[in-house]
């Protein structure tokens, strides 16, 4: 299948529970990149992602990216506690690490203008959302959106996501998909054969320690063997993927008060 349209897929993870790991290794079998969102308030307690862990893995290749401290909502923080769930957590992770950490996650995809200026001024490039069945490249580097969650989602949880998100035209435009819907595996191979066909983003993301214990890992494997090794794919961490796509000059913020008024593929 070619096409002369750029297709990209990533994938990014939530969380600092150390069944990431076993996410990477899935990872590394079937040759794709990953990005690692990681809160920092409990690195090396109990089952949480120790700082070796974190080396291990951007040492591997994959992305760690900030998930704030303590994993608050953070449109509903002052200024003082916002600083420090964004700006500390960056430090935290680029002391482990030796190295930048560009990227960050909002926490349950909540944020508002007052967090996006926060996260510009720390000195971050990116911030991914929760936003899925998402295709298209047009978005802003601070509302990332995503394609498909790696979590037995119901129809109507995609409906409440989207309109959540203002994201009516996507999801207008899912509409087809929604009601052949099968199942997240079945979705997420459909969303991958339309981005290959028209060029776009295909992204999955997921919380390890949901995926262990809805007992999820069969069926990430056949996701993640279906849209290995395509010729026609450029894989990348998240951080990759925003240095490659032409987002527009929109606010994130603003953009979703639009309601994401960007090319969807049809």
Request: aromatic share 10%; glycine share 8%; with cysteine.
């Amino acid at each position: 299948m070619s096409n002369p349209a750029p297709v990209f897929v990533t994938t990014s993870w939530d969380d600092d529970d150390r069944t990431g790991l076993k996410v990477a290794e899935l990872l590394t079998t079937y040759g794709l990149r990953g990005t690692f969102y990681v809160p920092t308030g409990r690195l090396g307690q109990d089952s949480c992602f120790s700082a070796g862990d974190l080396r291990t893995l951007f040492a591997a290749g994959f992305e760690i990216g900030s998930h704030t401290v303590s994993h608050p909502l953070l449109n509903e923080l002052d200024a003082k506690e916002l600083n420090h769930e964004i700006g500390d957590c960056k430090k935290v992770l680029e002391q482990i690490l030796a190295a930048e950490v560009p990227m960050f996650c909002y926490p349950k995809g909540r944020f508002n203008a007052q967090v996006e200026s926060a996260l510009k001024l720390a000195g971050y490039k990116g911030a991914r959302t929760t936003q899925m069945l998402t295709y298209g490249t047009n978005f802003h580097r601070f509302a990332v959106p995503t394609t498909i969650q790696a979590y037995p989602h119901t129809r109507s949880n995609y409906v409440r996501n989207l309109l959540r998100q203002g994201a009516l035209p996507i999801l207008l435009n899912a509409v087809p998909d929604l009601i052949r819907f099968k199942g997240w595996l079945q979705l997420g191979k459909v969303a991958f054969d339309r981005v290959r066909r028209h060029g776009g983003m295909w992204h999955l993301y997921g919380h390890p320690w949901e995926i262990e214990r809805l007992g999820l890992w069969e069926q990430l494997k056949e996701m993640l063997e279906y849209v290995h090794n395509r010729s026609d794919v450029r894989y990348v961490t998240n951080g990759q993927l925003v240095d490659l796509v032409k987002g527009d000059a929109t606010t994130g913020t603003e953009k979703l008060r639009k309601t994401n008024a960007q090319k969807v593929i049809s």
